[in-house]
Structure formats: C-alpha cells, structure tokens
C-alpha cells in the first residue's frame, strides 16, 4: 500500500493518473514525509532516461523521465524500466512500448481495477534494432507527435472559435435560456 501522505513537501509520490503518452505530469501529486520518500525511493529509484509504464487502471501508457524533472517516487501502479543505453534508447523503448498498447490492454486483468503483472511486460516481444535505427524511428515519431500536439491544439481553438461565435449569434443559452 502506498504512504498516506501529507497535506504538503517537497517530497513527492506520482501514479499512473500522472502518466500519459510522452508526458509525466504533477498534478495533484501525493506529498510524502522524507522518510516515507526514502523508504519508496529505495524500491524505485528512478533517474533520468527510466520509461515510466502504466500497469494498472489505464494500462499501457508510457512516458521517459527528462533529466529536468524534481525528484519523485511511484506508486506500484507504475513500472520502471532501465533501458541499457547501449542497447536501446529510452525513446525508442517507450514508443515500442506504446505500440503494445493493445497486447498490453488485453493481457490486463481485475474487476475494479485492470493491471497486468510486471512479469507479463517482461515477457513483451519487442524489435530492437540497432541504435542508428533507433535514432532515425525516434526522430520520425517525435516529429509526427508534434504534428499530432499541433492539431489538437488546433481543434480545441477552433471548437473556442466556434463557441465564441454561437453566443455571438444566438445569445448565452445559460444566461438567456429560450422560453
């Protein structure tokens, strides 16, 4: 079970709520004592270049530690995976890993909650190429996850726009709701 926690510290315990595809957030984070961080810091002991893997509740989502990020610790609803730098690139694992999605989803297992065993992710059949190719898929990917960023961004404007421009024409149905 994960430490209760405290209203505040600098101390902080993440889950898969602040796992999402390529982002790591803090948002409503669980504030640890340095104790209670000590002790979960020793199990996970997370650095730079680690690929974070959701396995439990929305499995399947995988982000990479950037070397800017406080330190933090996880709760077990998150895998920690050390690629070898000589064998593969953090990206790249992580960008494997997000292809599994579906393998991943239907190898999950529970009622209230879905989650799969660490020894399942370890059983993934994931290509490793060499590391130049690696390089060459990160930069595609990236460039396209970009490019998908951009639009949604897009979208959101564009459906403000549209907002925007129904109250202009028509009135606030919340302020002036038609009789």
Known sequence: NPAKGIPDSEYLMLSSKNVFDNKITFDNPRYLTQEEFEKENKR???TSGDVLLTIVGTVGRAAVVDKDM??????RS???LHPKKEVCYSKYLMYALQSQRSY???RAKGVAQKGIYLKEVSELD???VSLEEQQIIVDILDKVSMVIQQRKREIEQLDDLIKARFVEMFGD???NPRQ
Request: hydrophobic share 50%; aromatic share 4%; proline share 10%.
């Open 78 to 80: 998150v895998a920690i």
């Open 44 to 46: 996970t002991q997370i």
């Open 70 to 75: 406080p330190k933090f610790t996880l709760q």
């Open 126 to 128: 994931l290509k490793i």
């Open 173 to 175: 149905p919340k302020i």
């Open 104 to 106: 991943i989803e239907g």
